[in-house]
Protein backbone atom coordinates (compact mmCIF):
# COMPACT_ATOMS: atom_id res chain seq x y z
CA UNK A 1 0.00 0.00 0.00
CA UNK A 2 1.46 3.55 0.94
CA UNK A 3 4.72 4.29 1.88
CA UNK A 4 5.49 7.60 3.28
CA UNK A 5 8.86 8.87 4.45
CA UNK A 6 9.66 12.49 5.93
CA UNK A 7 12.56 14.60 5.54
CA UNK A 8 13.73 17.94 6.71
CA UNK A 9 13.27 18.06 10.49
CA UNK A 10 16.51 19.78 12.48
CA UNK A 11 17.73 21.88 14.81
CA UNK A 12 16.44 25.73 14.37
CA UNK A 13 16.53 28.72 16.72
CA UNK A 14 13.48 29.77 17.90
CA UNK A 15 11.67 32.08 15.16
CA UNK A 16 13.44 30.38 12.44
CA UNK A 17 11.92 28.25 9.98
CA UNK A 18 11.44 24.80 8.38
CA UNK A 19 10.15 22.77 5.54
CA UNK A 20 8.97 18.99 6.32
CA UNK A 21 8.67 16.88 3.23
CA UNK A 22 6.70 13.45 3.07
CA UNK A 23 7.00 11.26 0.47
CA UNK A 24 4.93 8.58 -0.70
CA UNK A 25 5.73 5.60 -2.61
CA UNK A 26 2.26 5.51 -4.17
CA UNK A 27 -0.10 7.59 -5.57
CA UNK A 28 -1.97 9.57 -2.72
CA UNK A 29 -4.94 10.94 -5.16
CA UNK A 30 -7.31 8.34 -3.39
CA UNK A 31 -6.12 9.19 0.22
CA UNK A 32 -8.82 11.18 1.85
CA UNK A 33 -7.07 12.95 4.10
CA UNK A 34 -2.95 13.70 4.51
CA UNK A 35 -1.95 14.73 7.91
CA UNK A 36 0.96 16.23 10.04
CA UNK A 37 1.27 14.68 13.47
CA UNK A 38 4.00 15.71 16.03
CA UNK A 39 4.36 13.94 19.55
CA UNK A 40 6.47 15.55 22.26
CA UNK A 41 7.97 13.94 24.96
CA UNK A 42 5.83 12.88 27.92
CA UNK A 43 2.84 13.69 25.29
CA UNK A 44 0.33 12.49 22.91
CA UNK A 45 0.63 12.25 19.63
CA UNK A 46 -1.47 15.61 18.13
CA UNK A 47 -2.91 16.46 14.96
CA UNK A 48 -0.72 19.52 13.70
CA UNK A 49 -2.83 19.76 10.07
CA UNK A 50 -4.73 18.35 7.63
CA UNK A 51 -5.34 18.32 3.97
CA UNK A 52 -8.09 16.90 2.59
CA UNK A 53 -8.35 15.51 -1.06
CA UNK A 54 -10.80 18.20 -1.98
CA UNK A 55 -8.32 20.67 -1.20
CA UNK A 56 -9.72 22.04 2.36
CA UNK A 57 -6.88 22.54 5.53
CA UNK A 58 -7.35 22.83 8.81
CA UNK A 59 -4.55 23.34 11.69
CA UNK A 60 -4.40 22.84 15.18
CA UNK A 61 -4.76 26.31 17.27
CA UNK A 62 -1.19 26.13 18.38
CA UNK A 63 0.40 26.30 14.64
CA UNK A 64 -2.47 28.39 13.51
CA UNK A 65 -1.22 31.19 11.14
CA UNK A 66 2.67 30.13 11.45
CA UNK A 67 2.31 26.40 9.42
CA UNK A 68 1.00 25.52 5.97
CA UNK A 69 0.33 22.44 4.84
CA UNK A 70 -0.11 21.69 0.88
CA UNK A 71 -0.59 18.62 -0.75
CA UNK A 72 0.62 18.15 -4.40
CA UNK A 73 -0.92 14.79 -5.46
CA UNK A 74 0.82 14.76 -8.73
CA UNK A 75 3.99 14.78 -6.74
CA UNK A 76 2.43 12.57 -4.26
CA UNK A 77 3.81 14.56 -1.81
CA UNK A 78 2.97 16.47 1.81
CA UNK A 79 4.84 19.30 2.68
CA UNK A 80 4.67 21.35 6.09
CA UNK A 81 6.28 24.83 6.01
CA UNK A 82 6.20 25.84 9.59
CA UNK A 83 7.29 29.61 10.42
CA UNK A 84 8.38 31.58 13.34
CA UNK A 85 8.97 28.66 15.41
CA UNK A 86 8.67 27.87 18.86
CA UNK A 87 10.19 25.61 21.41
CA UNK A 88 6.99 24.31 22.12
CA UNK A 89 7.04 23.02 18.46
CA UNK A 90 9.54 20.44 19.72
CA UNK A 91 8.51 17.08 18.74
CA UNK A 92 8.50 14.12 16.44
CA UNK A 93 6.53 14.81 13.14
CA UNK A 94 4.54 12.29 11.56
CA UNK A 95 3.13 11.97 8.05
CA UNK A 96 -0.34 9.95 8.03
CA UNK A 97 -2.31 9.17 5.56
CA UNK A 98 -6.07 8.20 5.78
CA UNK A 99 -8.15 6.52 3.57
CA UNK A 100 -11.76 5.95 4.61
CA UNK A 101 -12.95 2.55 4.03
CA UNK A 102 -16.36 2.56 5.38
CA UNK A 103 -18.24 5.62 7.25
CA UNK A 104 -16.99 3.57 10.58
CA UNK A 105 -13.72 2.63 9.66
CA UNK A 106 -10.59 4.30 8.26
CA UNK A 107 -7.14 3.06 7.36
CA UNK A 108 -4.31 4.57 8.55
CA UNK A 109 -0.94 5.14 6.98
CA UNK A 110 2.55 6.41 9.28
CA UNK A 111 5.98 7.37 8.46
CA UNK A 112 8.68 6.64 10.96
CA UNK A 113 8.78 10.78 11.45
CA UNK A 114 11.30 13.31 11.70
CA UNK A 115 12.85 15.04 14.67
CA UNK A 116 11.95 18.86 14.87
CA UNK A 117 14.19 20.91 17.81
CA UNK A 118 13.59 24.45 18.65
CA UNK A 119 16.44 25.90 20.75
CA UNK A 120 15.02 29.28 22.94
Known amino acids: QVQLVESGGGLVQAGGSLRLSCAAS????????MNWYRQAPGKQRELVAR???????NYAESVKGRFTISRDNAKNTVNLQMNNLKPEDTAVYYC??????????????WGQGTQVTVSS
Open 26 to 33: GSIISINA
Open 51 to 57: ASSGGST
Open 96 to 109: NAQRVITPRSTSDY
